[in-house]
């Protein structure tokens, strides 16, 4: 008796499990199959029509990290290309740099990964390494990719090994930005482009006597580390990326010993009040952007920000980063981000068109305006010089000014830069030093063989 | 005839069951339980997350031995993780045991405090939280306020090798919200009669606790010890968010460094036997509880 009423009410279950569960993937179906799909396939519509003579259209996806603004802008210019060339059909996915970068090694592991994705200079050389990220000059010389307008200081970045494997999309470079009525107030001239670093550290106890502010926010970075040995005509990694690139660790350790005078004399924020206050926040929230320095350690495209940040009474300039007594500039030109065309790219040339587009096309950059750095086409720039605000064309200025006397770039972090920077170089350098747990030499010691003992790994 | 019934019906039924667990049975081996061999696997590999899987290269123990032996910050990691459990643990059962004991008195709007303090626990675990604790601890933050309203000196909290840690041990003394309840639950399953004897007999609070109170409620002290500790030694977020680990590695914990080793430095490898050694971890600390608990956890039913 009860049996079959309960197998009955089961089958009746199971029915009725069937038909909800059907319908609903029937519903889930629908959308897509209506003409108008949801939002990222969106811009194809207008061009569909166009689309049958000429065959299949070529589906293309890219990546990108950044801001909202940088957001808005890309999908405008990709909106752009479409609309110019109706066989090209664009999707795209874009997140911030931790999440693209999660996003992106996942895809590396399933053979997924976009045509097009922006590439940060930290990891180009790892990319092509493992052959993630393809060369582009065959697209070069067939004239896909036209750089004819581009310096070659300017490419120079993307190659990993000889080969082009990543376009520049803005160059930068580093600065030290200068509040330029704090250094009225303190009856100080801004520096000289060719500064030193004693000038440096006079400069900074100058105002923090004066002025009652920090003086400067931004030195505890690996950055400057880099830079210092690269005015020496060294760099911090051997150009084979297997070992450390410097001989003499003096220069280090008396950097480190400037950096706990200065702290000492609260001339910068204390490794502790850093750490507690301003790691990890974005420009507008540091020092310099709200009032508490004179001076912060910037790349340069991050001036328009600091400036807008804080403020049109207040006016941001830009010095080159100081050098030792007799040596050379501290700077390079640095691409800020790229474009790179990947393994998995079905459609590499059509890929490498779109990047050319992105790079010389005067309408794209109207759109783009330098947001990720200064236009590495010299027509581009001029275009966009007359248009520039106040921030933007110091930026412009200040780069031009670089370029003249910038060393030459050195080779990509190599594997491991990371590894090193996060598990070495801020904890058991810069904080054991500043929280004087280790003497500036022996922190500096460690350093180097703790870089050659993990860019050993990178000896084939 | 009737058997052959049965034996349908038991089969249908098992089929009912599967298609029932079905969805949390497939979660489960593709989401757990595959996730977990393949990290077996990668624990004996040197193996990138970048690479696509074949690039995986067998080296047996090398892994272990780079843990043990080569790394430095590997038992910086562990240091700091045993220090965040030896204090935030205790303190937070300790917590957790007063007020629930406060609020098992049966005073006047006790279900209203009870999802009072029952509220951080649900949020505790959380990025907002972690990012309100920055603003608490930060330099111009709530806690130096009320320091410097005092009249005491301030510090940078969560720039101070010091006092780094205690900030993120205060949070975890904070969420004692699912403990509270679980004594609570436990305090309420102690008889009265018990307590009143005592009383009849002169004993004073202090005594009706430990002679009373903690006996009865050692299975519960015995439970929330091992969730406490198991939950304790896998403390992620918290750091990750409000300290990442700095300064000077002093909160740097140990699901932290697997996490910066697999997803920052790619060393999937490496990260997944850091995760191996963290399982054994657990169960020898769980094991050793275990093994004493029948030193201090009183069972009734046992005596019978």
Request: aromatic share 12%; charged share 20%.
């Amino acid at each position: 008796m009860l049996a079959p009423k309960s197998k009955l009410s089961r089958r009746k279950f199971l029915q009725a499990a069937a038909i909800t569960g059907g319908s609903a993937l029937l519903a889930a179906c629908a959308p897509a199959a209506t003409p108008a799909p949801a939002k990222p396939a969106e811009p194809a519509k207008p061009a569909a029509p166009a689309a049958p003579a000429g065959g299949k259209a070529t589906e293309l996806r890219m990546a990108w990290w950044g801001s909202q603004d940088r957001h808005d802008r890309t999908i405008k210019v990709i909106d752009l290309y479409m609309k110019k060339n109706p066989n090209v059909k664009i999707t795209y996915e874009f997140a911030g740099f931790a999440d693209h970068l999660t996003k992106m090694t996942t895809q590396a592991a399933g053979n997924q990964l976009p045509d097009i994705m922006q590439q940060d200079y930290a990891w180009i050389a790892e990319w092509a390494g493992r052959g993630l990220i393809i060369p582009l000059d065959n697209f070069a010389s067939s004239g896909a990719l036209n750089f004819k307008d581009v310096s070659e200081d300017f490419l120079k970045g993307g190659r990993v090994g000889g080969k082009l494997v990543a376009v520049n999309l803005g160059s930068n470079s580093q600065c030290f930005s200068c509040d330029q009525g704090d250094f009225e107030k303190t009856g100080l001239a801004l520096p000289k482009d060719d500064w030193t670093w004693d000038d440096f550290e006079k400069t900074s106890m100058t105002i923090k006597e004066k002025a009652g502010k920090w003086a400067v926010h931004g030195l505890y970075g690996e950055q400057l580390w880099k830079s210092l040995y690269l005015s020496l005509g060294e760099w911090s990694y051997a150009t084979d990326g297997t070992a450390i690139g410097y001989k003499d660790d003096a220069p280090f350790v008396n950097y480190l010993k400037m950096l706990l005078r200065l702290q000492k004399a609260n001339a910068i924020p204390s490794r502790s009040e850093d750490l507690a206050s301003f790691d990890g926040k974005s420009v507008e929230q540091q020092p310099l952007a709200v009032g508490k320095a004179a001076m912060d350690s910037h790349w340069s495209n991050q001036v328009v920000a600091v400036q807008k940040a804080a403020g049109d009474s207040r006016t941001i300039k830009m010095v080159p980063l100081p050098r030792p007594a007799g040596g050379k500039s501290s700077n390079y030109i640095k691409p800020s981000q790229f474009f790179s065309v990947t393994r998995d790219s079905k459609a590499p040339e059509e890929a490498a068109k779109f990047i050319d587009f992105f790079t010389n096309d005067i309408e794209a950059n109207d759109i783009l305006f330098a947001e990720r750095g200064v236009p590495i086409a010299g027509k581009v720039r001029e275009a966009m010089i007359p248009k520039l605000g106040k921030a933007q064309k110091e930026m412009f200025d200040y780069v031009a000014r670089v370029s003249k006397i910038a060393e030459p770039i050195r080779p990509a972090d190599p594997p491991g830069h990371a590894d090193l920077v996060k598990n070495v170089f801020n904890p058991q350098v810069i904080d054991a030093v500043m929280f004087e747990k280790a003497k500036p030499e022996d922190a500096a010691a460690l350093l180097r063989k703790e870089v050659n003992a993990v860019l050993a790994k990178n000896k084939k | 005839m009737a058997s052959s019934i049965r034996k349908k019906n038991f089969k249908q039924n098992n089929w009912m069951g599967y298609f029932f667990i079905g969805p949390w049975l497939l979660a489960f081996l593709a989401f757990t339980l595959l996730p977990m061999a393949a990290s077996l696997y990668f624990a004996f590999n040197d193996y990138s997350s970048l690479d696509s899987l074949d690039k995986a290269r067998w080296i047996g123990l090398q892994n272990f031995e780079r843990m043990f032996f080569n790394d430095n910050k590997y038992w910086k990691s562990v240091g700091a993780t045993l220090y965040y459990v030896i204090f935030a643990i205790p303190l937070r059962l300790t917590m957790a045991l007063g007020l629930a004991m406060l609020l098992n008195t049966g005073r006047n709007g006790v279900s209203f405090y009870r999802a009072a303090f029952y509220a951080p626990s649900i949020v505790g675990g959380s990025i907002a939280v972690a990012v309100m604790w920055r603003q608490v601890f930060g330099t111009e933050g709530l806690f130096n306020a009320a320091i410097r309203l005092l009249g005491l000196p301030t510090r940078t909290w969560l720039g101070d090798p010091d006092y780094a840690i205690w900030t993120l041990i205060a949070l975890a003394v904070w969420q004692f919200g699912s403990p509270m309840l679980i004594f609570l639950a436990g305090l309420k399953q102690i008889p009265t009669e018990f307590y009143e004897a005592a009383s009849i007999d002169g004993a004073n609070g202090v005594r009706k606790f430990i002679s009373i109170t903690l006996p009865l409620l050692s299975p519960v002290i015995f439970f929330n010890l091992i969730m406490q500790m198991i939950s304790g030694l896998m403390v992620f977020t918290q750091a990750f968010i409000i300290t990442g680990g700095a300064p000077l590695d002093t909160t740097l914990f140990y699901a932290l460094y697997i996490y910066r080793r697999a997803f920052e430095n790619f060393q999937m490898g490496y990260a997944s036997a850091m995760a191996w050694v963290l399982l054994i971890i657990i169960a020898v600390f769980a094991t050793i509880v275990f093994k004493t608990s029948n030193q201090w956890v009183y069972y009734e039913s046992k005596e019978e």
